[in-house]
C-alpha cells in the first residue's frame, strides 16, 4: 500500500466560523483504491473538513492538493470537475422530481445546447447503474422511495459527476445492519474499480470493519492518524473524545406496574392519505421502557402523530389507563398527564425565539396551570423553570436568555427536563439524544432509565438502535406499519433485530423463551 | 449578574436606536431630493409640514384626529401579525365596520355613552364578521390569507358601497364619490377634544386598545399561547396549545379592533358612512405594525409619527408647491428601510474585507 | 335567457375574456419563474403599475407603442432589481418589501401624475400610442373562433405564446430544471453546483420584464390612458393564479383564463339591472371562489398542521 498514489492531501486546513475553530490545521493525505474513515464525535469538525473537500465551504487557511495538484475550489461543481463527490448525511435530493431529474440536475446533457436529451441522459446514467451494480428506478418520484434506495441515487448521482474520490457523511444513520452490509458490499465494489472512498462516522465497530486508513478528529484537530491494525475500538474512543468512553446504559431492575397505554389495530395515513400504520398493536406498562426501532420511513413518524394527538388515526384505537383518548387532542395528552419528547427540537420541541422559561412553561400551563386561570404567574414560572435548569444542568446566564443562544445538547436537556419533570404518568420520547454530545447522551439516558424505575411508562422510538437496546425492558421493531416483538432487553443480537427491520420473519417466541 | 445583562442588552438598544435614526436621516434625504424635484426648497416644505402638525393646538387637534386611525388599524395589524396571522384586510374589515357604525349611529336615537357604545360594538362585531371569511379558509382548507384578504378588501369596498345604495334607497346619488349614508344623531357623535378641530375622543378609544393588548400580552396566559403560536406553531400545538382555536381568535380580534377603527373614524371624524372614505387607513396601520416591530407601544409612537405626517402634509400642499403624496411615498420608504437587516448588510461588507486580507495571504503562503 | 346565455358564452363575452386575460397572464408568467425558484412575491402590482405608468410616458413621449414597451420592461426590471436587493442581499422580509413597494407604487404613480401632467384620476392624450389590433390571415376564415380570437391586440396574442414558451423553458431545459430545483430543496441545489442566488435574480429579472410587458398592456391596449391605481389588483390576480396553478404554466394559463371570464361577464351584466358593485366584485369573488375550490382537498393536511 506504501507506493500507492496521494490522490488528496490536506495540508495546514483551517476553518473558522464566527469565534469558533471548527478546523484547526488540519493534515491528512488520502491513497488512492482505499477506504479512510474519519472519525470523532459531532462537532469534531469532521462535516466542516467535508464540506470544504467538497467546494462548498471555502476553507480561511492551508492547502488542497488533488492528485498531485493544488486547488482552489470556488463551488461545488470545481471540485466535482477535480472528480471529488460527496454524499450528505441528509440526502441533497429534490423530493418532487424524478430519480433521473435528480441525478442529472446540474450536469444534463443537452440537444443543440439549449433542450435537455433525456434519452441520452436516461443511457449514460444507466450504463453507470449497470456497470456498478445499482438497481434503481430512474422514473420514480424521489419522495416515494426507500431510504437505502435514497442512498443509492446519491451514489449514482456522484459517478455521473465522474467522481473519483467518493466522500460518504455518515452513511449508515439511516441503514440497518444489513442495509449497512449491502452498503460496505457496493463500497468495496467501486473501490475495487479504482474508486477512492472517504467515509465519515462515529460508529467504530464500521470503521474497524471496512476502514483501510483512519484519521480521527476532536475538537477541530487531528489527534491521530492510524491504521486499523494498529488499533481497537476503546483505543480510537479514547481519541475521540480524549477519554476512555464506550457508551453503556446502567440497567436497573425494577417492578413492571398496570397497563398504562394500548393501543389495537391502529391505522395512520400520512398527509398525502397514505396508509402508513397498518393495524398496529402495542401496550406499555408503568416503569416500563418500551423501545421502538426501525428504519426510517417506517411509520414510526405517523404513529407517534397519531398516539399524541397530531394526526387522528382512521381506524383503531388507543386507550390510556383504561380511557379511550383515540381523538384526544394534544391538550387532552398534556391534561391526563402524557408528556412527548418530540424529534424535531427546533421545530416542535422548543420555541428559539423565546426565553427559557416560556419555552418550560409550555404544556406546563395547560397541564398543572397557575393559581388564577387567567393570569400568568411569573414567580411559579420562574420556579419550575430553575428546576429545569437544575436538574438537567441547562447551561445558560439566566431564564431570560433566547433557546437560540443555548447549544443543541442544553436545548435538547431542557426539553427533556420540562416533560419528565412535570410528573407525567407515560412519556413518548423520540430520538431523544440525535445530535448532541456524548455527555449529553449518558445524562439524558441516565435520566429515562430513572424516570422509569420511578414507575413512569416510556414509550422510545429511536432511530438508533443501540439506544433502543441499551434502555428498552422490551424492544418492538416496525416494519411497514406492523410491529414484531423483538425480544426483552439483550435478548436477541443487534443482527437479529436487524434482520426482523428489514422485514425478516418473526422471531419464533417459543424459541426465545427456551433460550 | 445584573451588569452582565446590562451590558448584553445595551448594544442592542442601540443598535435598533441607531437603525431607526438611520432609516429618518435617509428618508429625509429622499424626501428632500423629491421635494426639490418638485421646484420647492425642502427646509420650507418640511418645516411646513411640522407647523402643519404641531405649531398651534387647531394643528395638533388634526394631528391626533389622524393619529387615531393609525392607533387602531396599526393595533389591529399588531394582533395579528404577533401571532403569525398576515391579515393584509384590515382595509376591509374597517370598511364593515365603519358601515354599521354609520347605520346604528343615524337609525336609532340613544342616550349619548350608550349610542357611542352600541356603535363601536357594533362596528367591531362587523369587522369581527368579515374576518370569518379568512379565517375559516386558512384554518380548514390551507388557503394563503394573504390573497383572500386581499381580495375581500376590494369586495368590502364594493358591497358596503351597495348597502349604502340601498340605505339610502332611490335618492342614492349616481356618482360614487358622493355615497354616504343619513348623518349620525348628535348623541352618537364622539366629542371633540380641541375646538375647530377633528380630534376627538376617539385617542382614548385607541389608547385603551393599547393598553389592553399590551396586558394580554405581558400578563396573561392567553397572551402568552397567542405570542408562541405566532413564534412555533408546531410548538404549540405540542405543548397543548389550542392553534385552532387561537388562530381564529387572532383572526377575530384584529378585524373587531379593525372594524372599531372603522367606527371610531365614523362617530368621530366624518359623522356619516361614506363610500370609498378611508383612503388607505388599513395599509397605513399595516406599515405601522411593521416599522414598530409588532410592539403596542412601538405603535402608538410610529402612529403619532405618522399622524404628524399625514396632518403636516395637508397643510404642505396648501402653503407649498408640495403634492402631499410626496409623504405617502416617503412613508412606505421608510417601512423599508427600518425592515432592512443591517446586521447582515454590515456582515456582507465584512465578509467582501475579510475575504480580500485571505486571498492575500493565500499568496503570501 | 337568451341574452343570458349570450353573455355566458357570446363571442363578445369570449373575446373580452381573452383581452382581459392579457395583463393577468403576461404577469403570471413572469411570476411563475419566481414562484418556481422559491421566492414569495406579492409585489407584482406595484411592478405592474409603475410599468404601466412608464410604459404609457414612454409611448407619450415618442408617439411609439414600440417604446412605451421597452419603458414598461424597463421600469418592471428596475422594480425587480429593487426587490432584489431588499430580499436578496438586505436580509428585508420578502412581504414587508412587497407591501411597502405596493403602496409607493400608488403614491409614487399619482405622484408623478399629477406633478408631470398636473392632472388627478386620469391622463388622456393623442401623443399616447396604443398597440394595434391584428388581423390573422387564417384566423378570420373560421366562424365563431375569428370573433373571439381575431382581431385582438398584438400583445394578447404575445402572452397566449409566452405559456408555451415558459412551459419550455421549465420543462425541457436545464435553466428550467435547476429552476424547479433550487425551489424545491435550496441546499440540494446548491450541491449540484447550482448558484441558488443567480437563479432566483433570473428569476426575479424575468418576473419583473414579464411584469413590465403586463403593465405596458395597461395603457396601450387600446384606450390609450393611464388612470390613477390602473392595476387596481391585476397583480394580485396574477399572484393568486400563480398559487392555484402552483407555479404551472398551463395551470396558471387556466386559472387567469377563470377570473378573466369572471370580469368579461361582470361587464356583460352591467347591461342588467345588477347593481354595479356586486358586478364588480365578480372577479375578486372568483379569485376567492377559486382558491377555496382548488384548496378543498388540502382540508385534511390543514387540519393536522395546525
Redesign the interface.
Known amino acids: 500500500m506504501e507506493n500507492m498514489e496521494n490522490v488528496l492531501e490536506i495540508i495546514n486546513v483551517s476553518k473558522v466560523f464566527g469565534s469558533l475553530v471548527a478546523n484547526n490545521k488540519i493534515n491528512m493525505t488520502v491513497k488512492k483504491g482505499t477506504v479512510h474513515s474519519i472519525i470523532g464525535e459531532n462537532g469534531a469538525g469532521k462535516s466542516t473538513l467535508m464540506n470544504i473537500i ?1 467546494g ?1 465551504y471555502k476553507p ?2 492551508g ?1 488542497i492538493k488533488v492528485k498531485g495538484k493544488t486547488v ?1 475550489f470556488k ?3 470545481n471540485a ?1 470537475d477535480c472528480g471529488i463527490g ?1 454524499v ?1 448525511q441528509e ?7 424524478t430519480v433521473l ?1 435528480n441525478v ?5 446533457r ?1 440537444k443543440t445546447g ?3 436529451d433525456k434519452k441520452k441522459t436516461r443511457a449514460e446514467i444507466q450504463e453507470i447503474c449497470d456497470k456498478y451494480n445499482f438497481n434503481i428506478p430512474l422514473d420514480s418520484v424521489v419522495k416515494d422511495l426507500p431510504v437505502a434506495i435514497l442512498q443509492q441515487v446519491e451514489i449514482v448521482k456522484v459517478l455521473y459527476r465522474g467522481a473519483d474520490i467518493i466522500i460518504l457523511d455518515e452513511p449508515t444513520a439511516v441503514l440497518t445492519p444489513q442495509g449497512i452490509e449491502g452498503l460496505f458490499n457496493a463500497l468495496r465494489f467501486l473501490i475495487s474499480k479504482g474508486k477512492t472512498i472517504i467515509l465519515i462516522t462515529h460508529k467504530l465497530g464500521e470503521v474497524m470493519e471496512i476502514s483501510d486508513y483512519i484519521t480521527v478528529l476532536k475538537d477541530g484537530q487531528v489527534t491521530g492518524n492510524v491504521l486499523p491494525s494498529e488499533v481497537d475500538e476503546e483505543k480510537l474512543a479514547g481519541l475521540m473524545v480524549g477519554r476512555e468512553v464506550l457508551l453503556n446504559a446502567q440497567h436497573i431492575e425494577k417492578e413492571i406496574g398496570d397497563e398504562v397505554l394500548k393501543v389495537t389495530d391502529l391505522v395512520v395515513q400520512d ?1 398525502d ?1 397514505i396508509e402508513r400504520v397498518k393495524g398496529l398493536n402495542l401496550t406499555v406498562h408503568a416503569g416500563e421502557v418500551v423501545g421502538i426501532a426501525g428504519v426510517a420511513g417506517s411509520g414510526q413518524k405517523e404513529l407517534v402523530e397519531a398516539l ?1 394527538g ?2 387522528p388515526p382512521v381506524a383503531g384505537s388507543i386507550t390510556y389507563k383504561g380511557e379511550d383518548i383515540t381523538h384526544a ?3 387532552d ?3 391526563k398527564g402524557i408528556g ?1 419528547v ?1 424529534q ?1 427540537r427546533l ?8 426565553s427559557i422559561w ?1 419555552n418550560c ?3 406546563y ?3 398543572h396551570g ?1 393559581k388564577n ?4 404567574d411569573r414567580k411559579e414560572a420562574g420556579e419550575f423553570t430553575g428546576e429545569v435548569i437544575k436538574d438537567f444542568a441547562v447551561k445558560t ?2 431564564q ?1 436568555s433566547k433557546v437560540r443562544t443555548l447549544s443543541g445538547g442544553n436545548v435538547q436537556k431542557m426539553i427533556v427536563g420540562r416533560e419528565f419533570l412535570q410528573k407525567n404518568d407515560l412519556l413518548i420520547i423520540e430520538d431523544p439524544t440525535r445530535g448532541i454530545d456524548i455527555g449529553a447522551i449518558e445524562f439524558i439516558w441516565q435520566k429515562i432509565l430513572q424516570l422509569a424505575a420511578q414507575g413512569v411508562a416510556v414509550l422510545l422510538v429511536s432511530h438508533e438502535l443501540n439506544e433502543v437496546m441499551e434502555l428498552s425492558d422490551r424492544i418492538e421493531v416496525i416494519y411497514d406499519g406492523k410491529l414484531t416483538y423483538a425480544g426483552a432487553y439483550r435478548e436477541l443480537t443487534e443482527q437479529q433485530i436487524g434482520l426482523l427491520m428489514m422485514g425478516g420473519k418473526a422471531v419464533d417466541k417459543t424459541q426465545i423463551k427456551k433460550d | 449578574m445584573t451588569k452582565l445583562r446590562l451590558k448584553k442588552i445595551n448594544p442592542d438598544v442601540k443598535f435598533e436606536v441607531f437603525k431607526y435614526v438611520l432609516a429618518f436621516v435617509m428618508v429625509t434625504i429622499i424626501a428632500s431630493v423629491l421635494i426639490s424635484f418638485q421646484g420647492e426648497e425642502p427646509s420650507k416644505a418640511l418645516s411646513a409640514i411640522v407647523k402643519g402638525a404641531l405649531g398651534n393646538s387647531y394643528a395638533i387637534g388634526n394631528t391626533i384626529r389622524w393619529t387615531i386611525p393609525c392607533i387602531l388599524s396599526g393595533m389591529a395589524a399588531v394582533v395579528a401579525f404577533k401571532s403569525g396571522v398576515m391579515n393584509l384586510g384590515i382595509e376591509g374589515q374597517l370598511y364593515f365596520g365603519a358601515f354599521a357604525a354609520g347605520v346604528v349611529g343615524y337609525i336609532i336615537e340613544l342616550p349619548p355613552l350608550l349610542h357611542i357604545i352600541s356603535c363601536i360594538v357594533a362596528a367591531g362585531i362587523f369587522g369581527l364578521l368579515y374576518s370569518v371569511i379568512p379565517a375559516i379558509l386558512k384554518l380548514y382548507f390551507q388557503v394563503n390569507e394573504m390573497i383572500t384578504t386581499l381580495m375581500l378588501n376590494y369586495i368590502a369596498i364594493l358591497l358596503t358601497e351597495l348597502f349604502t345604495v340601498w340605505v339610502m334607497g332611490a335618492t342614492a346619488g349616481v356618482n360614487p364619490d358622493l355615497l354616504a349614508t343619513p348623518p349620525i344623531y348628535a348623541s352618537a357623535k364622539l366629542p371633540v377634544l380641541i375646538k375647530g378641530t377633528q380630534g376627538n375622543a376617539g385617542i382614548f378609544i385607541a389608547l385603551a386598545v393599547v393598553i389592553i393588548v399590551f396586558l394580554i400580552y405581558k400578563y396573561t396566559i392567553k397572551g402568552y399561547e397567542l405570542k408562541q403560536v405566532g413564534e412555533n406553531l408546531k410548538f404549540s400545538k405540542v405543548g397543548g396549545v389550542n392553534v385552532a382555536k387561537t388562530f381564529v381568535s387572532i383572526f377575530l380580534i384584529s378585524g373587531f379592533i379593525a372594524g372599531i377603527c372603522g367606527g371610531v373614524e365614523v362617530l368621530g371624524t366624518h359623522g356619516k358612512f361614506t363610500s370609498r372614505f378611508s383612503s388607505n387607513l388599513g395599509w397605513d396601520g399595516i406599515m405601522i405594525a411593521m416599522v414598530a416591530k409588532n410592539n403596542p407601544f412601538g405603535v402608538l409612537g410610529i402612529s403619532i409619527l405618522w399622524g404628524i405626517l399625514k396632518c403636516g402634509s395637508m397643510a404642505m400642499e396648501r402653503v407649498t408647491n408640495t403634492n402631499r403624496l410626496t409623504v405617502s411615498l416617503i412613508q412606505a420608504l421608510f417601512v423599508l428601510f427600518v425592515t432592512v437587516d443591517y446586521k447582515k448588510i454590515a456582515g456582507m461588507l465584512r465578509d467582501k474585507f475579510g475575504k480580500k486580507k485571505l486571498e492575500l495571504s493565500g499568496e503570501v503562503k | 335567457m337568451a341574452e343570458i346565455l349570450n353573455i355566458l358564452f357570446g363571442t363578445a363575452t369570449l373575446a373580452a375574456m381573452v383581452r382581459l386575460s392579457t395583463p393577468l397572464v403576461l404577469a403570471s408568467m413572469g411570476g411563475a419563474f419566481g414562484n418556481k425558484s422559491g421566492v414569495f412575491n406579492i409585489a407584482l402590482e406595484s411592478f405592474m403599475l409603475t410599468s404601466a405608468f412608464f410604459a404609457m410616458y414612454g409611448s407619450y413621449l415618442t408617439e411609439n407603442a414600440m417604446v412605451g414597451l421597452l419603458f414598461g420592461i424597463a421600469t418592471g426590471l428596475i422594480m425587480s432589481v429593487i426587490f432584489g436587493i431588499l430580499v436578496f442581499h438586505f436580509g428585508s422580509n420578502p412581504t414587508v418589501v412587497s407591501i411597502a413597494l405596493n403602496l409607493s407604487a400608488w403614491g409614487f404613480t399619482t405622484l408623478l401624475l399629477t406633478s408631470m401632467f398636473g392632472t388627478r384620476g386620469s391622463f388622456m392624450d393623442p401623443k399616447i400610442v396604443s398597440f394595434p389590433s391584428v388581423d390573422i390571415p387564417l384566423l378570420n376564415q373560421i366562424p365563431y373562433l375569428r370573433d373571439i380570437l381575431n382581431n385582438q391586440n398584438v400583445l394578447v396574442y404575445v402572452a397566449w405564446i409566452s405559456v408555451v414558451v415558459c412551459w419550455i423553458i421549465m420543462y425541457k431545459t436545464p435553466f428550467g430544471l435547476r429552476l424547479r430545483g433550487v425551489g424545491i430543496n435550496e441546499r440540494a441545489a446548491q450541491t449540484t453546483g447550482t448558484n441558488v442566488l443567480k437563479y432566483r435574480w433570473i428569476a426575479l429579472l424575468a418576473t419583473g420584464g414579464m411584469v413590465g410587458v403586463s403593465g405596458a398592456f395597461l395603457p396601450l391596449c387600446g384606450i390609450s390612458m393611464f388612470t390613477e391605481n390602473m392595476s387596481a389588483g391585476k397583480g394580485f390576480l396574477a399572484v393568486a393564479a400563480i398559487m392555484i396553478g402552483k407555479g404551472h404554466p398551463v395551470k396558471v394559463f387556466l386559472s387567469c383564463l377563470l377570473f378573466a371570464y369572471a370580469d368579461a361577464v361582470s361587464i356583460g351584466l352591467q347591461a342588467f339591472d345588477v347593481p354595479s358593485q356586486v358586478v364588480m366584485t365578480l372577479p375578486y369573488a372568483a379569485t376567492v371562489l377559486v382558491l377555496f375550490v382548488s384548496s378543498i382537498k388540502n382540508s385534511k393536511t390543514a387540519a393536522m398542521e395546525i
Open positions: 467538497a462548498i480561511d487557511g492547502e482552489h463551488n461545488p461543481n466535482s460527496m450528505h440526502f441533497m435530493l429534490f423530493d418532487d422530481l431529474d442529472m440536475m446540474g450536469r444534463e443537452t439549449i433542450f435537455i398527509k392519505g399524541y397530531l394526526n387532542s394534544c391538550r395528552h398534556r391534561c412527548y418530540p424535531d421545530g416542535a420541541g422548543a420555541n428559539r425565539e423565546s416560556e412553561i409550555m404544556g400551563h395547560v397541564a397557575f386561570k387567567l393570569l400568568l446566564p439566566s431570560e
